[in-house]
């Protein structure tokens, strides 16, 4: 009796998910026989894909292969268990030679008798099976015809090419061969056939794509390739294709008359790129795509907006007279408002713009903004197309419909370490957007620098090889074959939902910019450019030469797109635009900050509440849940039943449950996210017998809920993604979570350039949230700190800016502050920290020094009702005793502090048994609550506040060196309050680790040390009636 399929051994496939899948369906369509390819310890696998190949072969003719096969075939189609003679690279190449030679799905026959080589196939099948591997090495893919980069990473060439490597001698060449391959005839000779593989292999494209694993792809591309029709010929598509080029290369020569030393990072010399991509979007929508998302450097961007995205060309032209802008209405808002758009230059600027296509279909076309960073637009790019993907349907459907296409430049594609994230994020769970086009403007050279000093391998795209993408490099002056490779790569994308490299080969006419002069470092190479036609020249020259045009009928086309170009050149002086144009989509009625604001409570029924919580408490019937875990549901159970003492995860567990019922979408991912790095979250779970995983967020009868998700261990291109996605859409609650806060400067150029300044650069607003784990546990200096000093300074708020102290005060302050910093210490403002992001009209990043400790801190507790109706986010927290608070005349020291220390002090505190001392938590450092602090200092007016220069009783304490950590930003804030405020000039006093190099020791007893120390020099102060001792220890810092 056969087998069932769901009783074979399987073993998980250790290459995924999907090859998994086709393991399984391949296993039932196989004879019984058979399935030993599939379930054999060491046949399965990608193996077994190779194990058809030759298992094909060899029903074709055994005699070709060698006896060790016969034997191993003869046994599985016994039934029999047996062993391949080979395995792993070796099975594999034999298995790409039984594919050649397979006439059915390859095209090649091999006559009898003229060829001396190996079993399998002999020496034509070697020699065609280089051109189809190696030909690129050879191919003309160089504008100015140097290939210098061949000579400096591969100086030997390719002997593999040469038919006398494979046996052959000059007398073969006119010999006959019966070989069956597009375009070739039966019986031509060598000749012949050679005359048709560098045709196709070494032509004005290069092929790389023998390097992919699944050979079924491989099949796909090869059939394509080596299709006599694969360039373009007709009349129609050339002129189409001239045009382009026309209307590209009419920009660029246009603005260089116009601007002559003007920036503009032109693409003079890589201009067939921009007609490619244009050739690419236009086959992509054809193929179903109604999105395109578009992240790219500076160079050519201008182009691109122009003729790929179809910014008005009056527009871009005023840009670069100014007049798009009213320069006294920008000066009038900045004076009524107190903010203003600070703009960035026009190459660094994005748009969307709908565009409708020849065959009367349509697309979105979104440039993304990004900085002088090179790469880093890369996954924010990806992160949209996510994002739009997700909220079309999240089907396999919208997921091909949204494209994401990301330029490069040589030297950065090489050498840039996010490129690598990126690639490496292409198929993970809800990071996976279905194939990116990568387009690298390969100019040969990076600012100043050559190829050999900027990278270590033949092809700066040679990354690509590592995640098995197919290569296409092109000859930047051929536009006709960089359009076939360029629609290629759409049709690829579409089909199969990967990635794919177009590296076009051109030069860069200029220096980095237009006003610097490349003699200096490259003048060889500049003389051949200098001398070299622009590449529209030579395509016409081409096609009127070919008679596919006359020189008449090109010359009008281009002097009609240079009238076009004057006309709106003109236009520009009368351009009306606003220096605050909103550009963004689908954030229709969210306030700028120039703009009245309003807000929302953040507090829930107290019923409402418990619901969600008990319902985020269920796993579903039969789930083998972890005996630890079962003991946690049911002590959360007991606390929401009680409501009065909620913990750090169920509070955060109902802010995502409550934002979700709301209708908002909830996103979590980091490294560890699913769990917790301190294993508090567990929000996705799994069964201890079957290892399933299951999402408690499940349980709120919404669906299934892809709200937490792990990531790649990679913090630059994941917190990019995040904040991408959080573009798309202002209703979604986006965190990234750091697995500790110390790793995020691994993500600082994110941080600087879009986190910190995207709204006031571009005008582009986003929620993103990110956790950052922070506290001092004597974990060392990687384990300690997030560096929350470098999130104070970039803050844009003025330390001697006068507060208004009024109503609302807080939330005005926030709406024209570049983001928030905050340091919680309770439960309840966590919960209403995440729901004050998504119940604003506005949207800014928000920074959470997020606890590692308090997750389970026996006094980190907040009652429900601390979340409960009437209930918000508190910027500062009084003194919580309520014996201290009730008799503020009695308090003669005030403790200011933020984050974790609060609870250490106030352990010691009561140890002590003091009742004169108030600490205070700023739960929100950034923007300061400077009304807050103001009314703090007021109840307790009995704390000397210092005599203007000497320090009073007024503290500020951290666990942070003196250096690092709020001080240095809250110092001078403290102090504008009482100047402003209170008409006093208070001197705070300083109680924290001593200035360092390092966040931390490494030293568990220096640690413990050094808290004890500022714990109790925050409480008790020292005997200084003199002001002798400033620093009353050497573990601590001076204290003014």
Not at 38 to 65: C, F, H, R, V
Not at 396 to 413: I, K, N, Y
Request: with cysteine.
């Amino acid at each position: 009796r056969e087998t069932s399929i769901s009783s074979l051994p399987m073993a998980a496939p250790s290459w995924g998910a999907k090859a998994a899948r086709r393991v399984v369906r391949a296993v039932a369509g196989a004879p019984p026989s058979r399935r030993l390819f599939y379930t054999d310890s060491i046949a399965a696998g990608p193996n077994a894909m190779y194990l058809e190949s030759l298992y094909a072969q060899w029903k074709a003719n055994p005699s070709a292969m060698e006896p060790k096969w016969t034997e191993y075939f003869e046994a599985v189609e016994a039934g029999k268990s047996a062993k391949p003679p080979m395995s792993g690279s070796a099975l594999r190449s034999a298995a790409t030679d039984a594919t050649l030679t397979r006439m059915a799905s390859t095209g090649l026959t091999v006559g009898a008798g003229h060829v001396p080589g190996g079993a399998t196939g002999g020496g034509l099948q070697n020699l065609i099976r280089a051109y189809q591997k190696r030909g690129h090495e050879s191919a003309d893919l160089d504008p100015l015809g140097l290939h210098e980069w061949r000579q400096w990473f591969s100086a030997s060439g390719v002997p593999e090419l040469d038919p006398k490597y494979h046996g052959f001698t000059d007398a073969d060449l006119d010999k006959p061969f019966d070989v069956k391959l597009p375009g070739i005839t039966a019986g031509a000779t060598l000749r012949e056939i050679m005359s048709s593989l560098q045709k196709t292999y070494s032509n004005k494209v290069g092929f790389e794509y023998f390097h992919i694993q699944d050979l079924k792809k491989v099949e796909w591309l090869r059939s394509r390739i080596e299709d006599p029709g694969f360039i373009p010929t007709s009349r129609e598509k050339l002129l189409s294709i001239y045009k382009s080029l026309a209307s590209v290369d009419t920009f660029e020569s246009f603005l260089g008359t116009k601007y002559k030393t003007t920036k503009r990072f032109g693409v003079d010399g890589g201009e067939a790129a921009i007609v490619g991509i244009n050739a690419a979007i236009a086959r992509a929508v054809e193929l179903g795509v109604t999105d395109v998302v578009i992240g790219m450097p500076h160079r050519g961007r201008l182009n691109m907006l122009t003729n790929v995205v179809a910014k008005p060309l009056t527009q871009m032209f005023a840009e670069f007279k100014g007049t798009h802008y009213d320069f006294d209405e920008l000066m009038d808002v900045m004076e009524s408002a107190d903010w203003a758009f600070a703009g960035d230059v026009k190459y660094h600027l994005g748009t969307s713009n709908t565009r409708v296509f020849p065959q009367g279909k349509s697309a979105t076309i979104t440039l993304e903004a990004n900085p002088s960073h090179l790469e880093t637009v890369n996954t924010v790019t990806l992160g949209r197309t996510r994002a739009k993907q997700f909220y079309a349907g999240n089907t396999e459907e919208t997921r091909r419909s949204v494209m994401p296409v990301l330029f490069h430049g040589d030297a950065s594609f090489s050498g840039q370490g996010v490129v690598y994230e990126t690639l490496q994020l292409a198929h993970v769970q809800e990071f996976d957007v279905g194939g990116t086009i990568h387009v690298i403007i390969n100019n040969q050279i990076g600012f100043t620098t050559d190829p050999i000093d900027d990278r270590s391998t033949l092809y700066c795209s040679d990354l690509g090889k590592a995640f098995s993408l197919p290569i296409f490099h092109c000859n930047g002056d051929d536009p006709s074959s960089v359009v076939a490779a360029f629609e290629l790569a759409a049709e690829w994308r579409q089909a199969w939902g990967s990635d794919v490299v177009i590296d076009v080969i051109c030069y860069r006419r200029f220096g980095h910019n237009e006003s610097l002069n490349p003699d200096y470092t490259q003048p060889q190479l500049y003389q051949r450019i200098a001398k070299h036609p622009r590449g529209e020249q030579v395509f016409q020259q081409r096609l009127v030469e070919s008679g596919i045009a006359s020189q008449a009928e090109l010359d009008e086309m281009k002097q009609a797109i240079w009238k076009t170009h004057e006309e709106a050149f003109a236009a520009a002086d009368t351009y009306q635009g606003k220096a605050m144009e909103w550009v963004a989509t689908k954030w229709e009625g969210f306030a700028k900050p120039t703009d009245a604001a309003s807000s929302n409570p953040t507090g829930l029924d107290i019923d409402l509440l418990k619901k969600i919580g008990f319902r985020l408490c269920e796993a579903p019937d039969g789930f083998a849940l972890h005996n630890g875990l079962k003991r946690q549901l049911k002590k959360k159970k007991e606390d929401l039943e009680a409501g009065t003492a909620i913990d750090w995860a169920t509070a955060e567990a109902l802010a995502y449950g409550s934002l979700l019922l709301e209708g908002t979408h909830v996103r979590i991912t980091g490294q560890d996210v699913q769990s917790g790095t301190f294993a508090h979250r567990h929000c996705v779970i799994r069964d201890q017998k079957t290892s399933d995983t299951y999402c408690f967020l499940n349980n709120l009868n919404l669906g299934p809920q892809e709200a937490v998700r792990n990531s790649i261990l990679a913090e630059y291109a994941v917190l990019g993604f995040e904040l991408g996605y959080t573009y798309e859409n202002p209703h979604a609650l986006v965190i990234w979570e750091a697995q500790f806060g110390d790793f995020a400067n691994t993500a600082q150029v994110m941080i600087d350039q879009f986190v910190s300044a995207g709204e006031h650069k571009w005008l582009q607003q986003t929620g993103l949230t990110m956790l950052l784990p922070h506290g001092y546990e004597g974990q060392g200096a990687e384990h300690s700190s997030c560096r929350i000093e470098r999130f104070l300074q970039m803050s844009d708020d003025d330390e001697d800016d006068i507060p208004t102290f009024e109503k609302d005060f807080g939330r005005s302050q926030i709406q024209k502050a570049n983001w928030q910093i905050v340091n919680v210490t309770t439960p309840a403002n966590l919960f209403h920290a995440f729901r004050r992001q998504q119940h604003r009209d506005f949207r800014k990043p928000l920074v959470i020094a997020s606890t590692k400790s308090l997750f389970r801190h026996k006094l980190c507790k907040s009652p429900l009702s601390d979340l409960g109706p009437d209930s918000r986010f508190q910027r500062l927290l009084d003194e919580r005793d309520p014996e201290i608070a009730g008799n503020p005349d009695q308090v003669d020291r005030l403790v200011f502090c933020s984050g974790k220390v609060y609870y250490d002090l106030v352990e010691k505190r009561e140890e002590l048994g003091l009742k004169n001392v108030a600490i205070l938590t700023v739960e929100q450092m950034a923007p300061f609550p400077f009304d807050r602090v103001k009314t703090a200092l007021e109840t307790y007016k009995n704390v000397d506040i210092g005599d203007g220069v000497h320090p009073g009783s007024v503290i500020w304490c951290q666990e942070e060196p003196k250096n690092m950590g709020p001080w240095s930003y809250v110092r001078p804030r403290f102090v504008t309050t009482a100047r402003e405020g209170l008409n006093n000039d208070m001197v705070m006093r300083y109680v924290g680790r001593r200035s360092a190099a390092s966040p931390a020791t490494g030293y568990a007893k220096v640690h413990a040390a050094e808290q004890e120390a500022l714990v109790s020099e925050a409480l008790l102060g020292h005997d200084d009636k003199n002001w002798q001792t400033q620093r009353p220890s050497k573990l601590l810092g001076h204290q003014t």
